[in-house]
């Protein structure tokens, strides 16, 4: 986790274009940016508080910098390597961010099937991700099979402010859901400070406060994941909403000639093919971040499924194919704006027996 992705800058620079319009009469918002959990991290502030933006950022990368600190896979002395390293040991004292996050991994794991499974760790490293050495050429089944006996969200263990993993060589791998969450912690700080009017982003996961000026709301571009600038519409957000966007253009490695995306299909120990993004809106950001890398999984109709256990949290997905096709769950209409020119690629999805679906 927490390698640099494209997508997220992409998405974070898009908020400031969104507003250039509305905001060049008068003072504009100010955006600060800066380098943290291996990726871009941003904020933004209101055109009312736009002289108080470096102070939301310092007090944001100080804060991400210590989550940093606890949760990366990268760092061995990271609470997260340390419960990793003592995987088949039984449980130890946890502090509150991990004991947080391996709950609430329970929760979307048990809600997903097990698409969304944070102990894919040893899947994630055998195609190369997440410190794992590039392989010469895609893990043979065998290797799978041997990766997959050490994948499954039910051998978390959490108990009374311990925590553990039940199998030795288990790996838990954070990256599909810490900066959702480290974006909610950062905000419930700023809040504490007084900031009314803000954005925060760390990699394309983003929380909006406020407004950008008066009369506006915050509008973040939708990236078109068969382009490497390109959008195909906005989202436009209010009060304390996020948006989290998975995508196979942001992490990849190529093994003869082919391209594999970073997020794992957990049932088969393969990466995802079939979907190229898949977008979240929902009302916070680690609502958003786990959703979206689990949806992307699932697919639009048995992803829709699992929304409906979600108040109001709805998806846009974008398949992986010829031919630009936007896909919106029930209420993804009220905040997705699309481009004119892609309009006529846009429908609504019919989730089988999933609530609500095929409404508009
Ligand atoms: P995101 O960009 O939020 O969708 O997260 C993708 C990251 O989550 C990957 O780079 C892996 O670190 C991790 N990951 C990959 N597959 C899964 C999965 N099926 N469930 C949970 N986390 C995953
Ligand atoms: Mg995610």
Same mark, same amino acid.
Not at 18 to 27: E, P
Not at 101 to 121: E, N, Q, R
């Given at each position: 986790?927490?390698?640099?992705?494209?997508?997220?800058?992409?998405?974070?620079?898009?908020?400031?274009?969104?507003?250039?319009?509305?905001?060049?009469?008068?003072?504009?918002?100010?955006?600060?940016?800066?380098?943290?959990?291996?990726?871009?991290?941003?904020?933004?502030?209101?055109?009312?508080?736009?002289?108080?933006?470096?102070?939301?950022?310092?007090?944001?990368?100080?804060?991400?910098?210590?989550?940093?600190?606890?949760?990366?896979?990268?760092?061995?002395?990271?609470?997260?390597?340390?419960?990793?390293?003592?995987?088949?040991?039984?449980?130890?004292?946890?502090?509150?961010?991990?004991?947080?996050?391996?709950?609430?991994?329970?929760?979307?794991?048990?809600?997903?099937?097990?698409?969304? $499974?944070?102990?894919?760790?040893?899947?994630?490293?055998?195609?190369?991700?997440?410190?794992?050495?590039?392989?010469?050429?895609?893990?043979?089944?065998?290797?799978?099979?041997?990766?997959?006996?050490?994948?499954?969200?039910?051998?978390?263990?959490?108990?009374?402010?311990?925590?553990?993993?039940?199998?030795?060589?288990?790996?838990? $791998?954070?990256?599909?859901?810490?900066?959702?969450?480290?974006?909610?912690?950062?905000?419930?700080?700023?809040?504490?400070?007084?900031?009314?009017?803000?954005?925060?982003?760390?990699?394309?996961?983003?929380?909006?406060?406020?407004?950008?000026?008066?009369?506006?709301?915050?509008?973040?571009?939708?990236?078109?994941?068969?382009?490497?600038?390109?959008?195909?519409?906005?989202?436009?957000?209010?009060?304390?909403?996020?948006?989290?966007?998975?995508?196979?253009?942001?992490?990849?490695?190529?093994?003869?000639?082919?391209?594999?995306?970073?997020?794992?299909?957990?049932?088969?120990?393969?990466?995802?093919?079939?979907?190229?993004?898949?977008?979240?809106?929902?009302?916070?950001?680690?609502?958003?971040?786990?959703?979206?890398?689990?949806?992307?999984?699932?697919?639009?109709?048995?992803?829709?499924?699992?929304?409906?256990?979600?108040?109001?949290?709805?998806?846009?997905?974008?398949?992986?194919?010829?031919?630009?096709?936007?896909?919106?769950?029930?209420?993804?209409?009220?905040?997705?704006?699309?481009?004119?020119?892609?309009?006529?690629?846009?429908?609504?999805?019919?989730?089988? $027996?999933?609530?609500?679906?095929?409404?508009?």
């Amino acid at each position: 986790m927490f390698k640099r992705r494209q997508g997220g800058i992409l998405l974070a620079a898009l908020v400031v274009a969104g507003l250039g319009l509305a905001a060049c009469r008068r003072a504009e918002p100010r955006q600060q940016s800066f380098q943290v959990m291996g990726t871009l991290g941003s904020v933004m502030a209101g055109t009312g508080e736009a002289a108080r933006c470096g102070d939301y950022a310092a007090i944001t990368l100080n804060r991400m910098r210590e989550l940093e600190a606890i949760l990366s896979v990268y760092s061995p002395t990271s609470e997260l390597s340390r419960l990793n390293a003592a995987a088949g040991q039984g449980l130890a004292p946890a502090g509150r961010h991990v004991s947080m996050l391996l709950s609430m991994a329970l929760l979307y794991g048990t809600l997903s099937h097990g698409a969304f $499974d944070v102990t894919v760790g040893p899947v994630v490293q055998a195609w190369g991700f997440s410190g794992g050495r590039k392989p010469a050429e895609a893990p043979s089944e065998a290797t799978l099979r041997e990766k997959l006996a050490l994948v499954g969200y039910t051998n978390i263990l959490v108990s009374g402010g311990k925590c553990g993993l039940a199998k030795p060589g288990m790996v838990v $791998d954070l990256g599909g859901i810490a900066k959702g969450y480290a974006v909610d912690v950062c905000c419930r700080e700023l809040i504490k400070q007084g900031a009314k009017d803000f954005v925060v982003n760390l990699g394309g996961n983003m929380r909006c406060y406020g407004r950008p000026e008066a009369g506006r709301l915050w509008r973040v571009g939708v990236r078109d994941p068969f382009s490497a600038d390109g959008t195909i519409g906005v989202i436009e957000l209010s009060q304390g909403m996020a948006v989290s966007t998975s995508g196979n253009y942001e992490r990849f490695v190529e093994i003869g000639g082919k391209r594999y995306a970073h997020i794992m299909d957990p049932r088969t120990g393969w990466p995802v093919t079939g979907m190229a993004g898949v977008t979240v809106v929902a009302p916070s950001a680690v609502t958003a971040d786990a959703l979206s890398t689990a949806l992307f999984v699932l697919g639009p109709a048995e992803g829709t499924k699992m929304l409906t256990f979600f108040t109001n949290c709805a998806a846009l997905f974008v398949p992986d194919k010829s031919g630009l096709e936007i896909q919106l769950t029930p209420g993804m209409d009220r905040h997705f704006k699309a481009n004119p020119a892609v309009t006529a690629g846009v429908t609504m999805v019919a989730a089988g $027996d999933a609530a609500g679906a095929g409404r508009r």
